[in-house]
C-alpha cells in the first residue's frame, strides 16, 4: 500500500511539473483557462488566460461598481446593443469625480483588449430617466457633444428614451488592445447611464447632419439595454 501511494504522489508530482501546453495537448490535465469577475451589481466577466494580449496583465479595479451614486466605479463592458459579432475578451468603464472642482469634474477611462484590431471606437455614455424610462431624462448636458436630441429606442426587444452623448476616440492596435481617458466638466446632478462604444470612428455619428453609418453600438455596459444602470453623482 505504501508503494501504491508512493507512485501516486509522483505521477501527481510530474503532471504539476509539465509545462501547460504538453499537459493540455496530451489530455492529462484539464486546465481552467479562464478567469471569472462577478461584480457586486450581478454583472459577470469571463476572461480568456490565453488570450495573447498584454492588456489582460493591466486590469485595475478601483471603487467596485458605480450603481449607488458613489464618487467612484467601474462597470463592465460587453458585446451590443447593436451588433454582437465584434470580438472582445475584456472590457471597462472606469468613473471617477473630482471633487472641489466645477470644472473638469468627472474623469472616466475606457479600456479593451481582444476587441477589434487597428480600429478607432467613439466612445461615450447613453443617459436614461431610471424612474419612468419613456420620460426624457432631466439632463443639462455631460460633457463631450451631444449626439443628437436624444428619443424612445427600441432594442434588445426593450423601449426606453436615451440621450448619446460621446466624448471621443479610442483606437485599438494590431492586438485589439486599447484605452481612453477623458476629463469632463458635468453639471451638478444625478446621472443614470450606460457606458458605449460606437463602431464607427470619431464625427461617424452625427445624426443631425444625416451621418449615422458609425452610431451603432458593439460594446455597452449593463449587459442589456436600459438595464443596470450606473449612477453617477456630481455635487
Not at 451614486?69 to 467601474?74: E, V
Not at 477589434?116 to 457633444?145: C, D, Q, S
Request: hydrophobic content about 35%; some cysteine.
Amino acid at each position: 500500500m505504501k508503494t501504491k501511494w508512493s507512485w501516486c504522489v509522483i505521477v501527481l508530482a510530474l503532471l504539476f511539473l509539465l509545462p501547460p501546453s504538453l499537459v493540455h495537448s496530451q489530455g492529462l490535465l484539464q486546465q481552467k483557462r479562464t478567469f471569472e469577475i462577478t461584480y457586486d451589481n450581478g454583472a459577470r466577466q469571463v476572461i480568456p488566460l490565453d488570450q495573447p494580449s498584454a492588456s489582460i496583465f493591466k486590469m485595475e479595479f478601483t471603487g467596485g461598481p458605480g450603481g449607488g451614486g458613489q464618487a467612484a466605479g467601474q462597470a463592465v463592458l460587453t458585446k451590443g446593443w447593436d451588433l454582437f459579432g465584434e470580438p472582445l475578451s475584456f472590457g471597462q468603464a472606469r468613473w471617477r469625480v473630482l471633487s472641489g472642482q466645477g470644472t473638469n469634474n468627472l474623469e472616466v477611462t475606457y479600456q479593451v483588449s481582444g476587441s477589434k484590431p487597428n480600429h478607432e471606437f467613439t466612445v461615450g455614455v447613453h443617459l436614461f430617466n431610471p424612474t419612468n424610462p419613456m420620460a426624457r431624462p432631466n439632463i443639462a448636458g455631460f460633457g463631450g457633444w451631444n449626439a443628437g436630441e436624444g428619443g424612445v429606442a427600441n432594442r434588445e426587444g426593450k423601449s426606453a428614451f436615451v440621450i448619446g452623448y460621446d466624448f471621443g476616440g479610442l483606437r485599438t492596435n494590431a492586438s485589439g488592445d486599447g484605452d481612453a481617458q477623458f476629463i469632463l466638466s458635468v453639471p451638478p446632478g444625478s446621472y443614470s447611464l450606460q457606458f458605449t462604444l460606437r463602431i464607427g470612428p470619431v464625427n461617424s455619428c452625427r445624426p443631425s447632419q444625416g451621418i449615422t453609418h458609425g452610431c451603432a453600438s458593439a460594446y455597452r455596459s449593463g449587459n442589456r439595454f436600459g438595464e443596470r444602470l450606473e449612477t453617477i453623482t456630481i455635487p
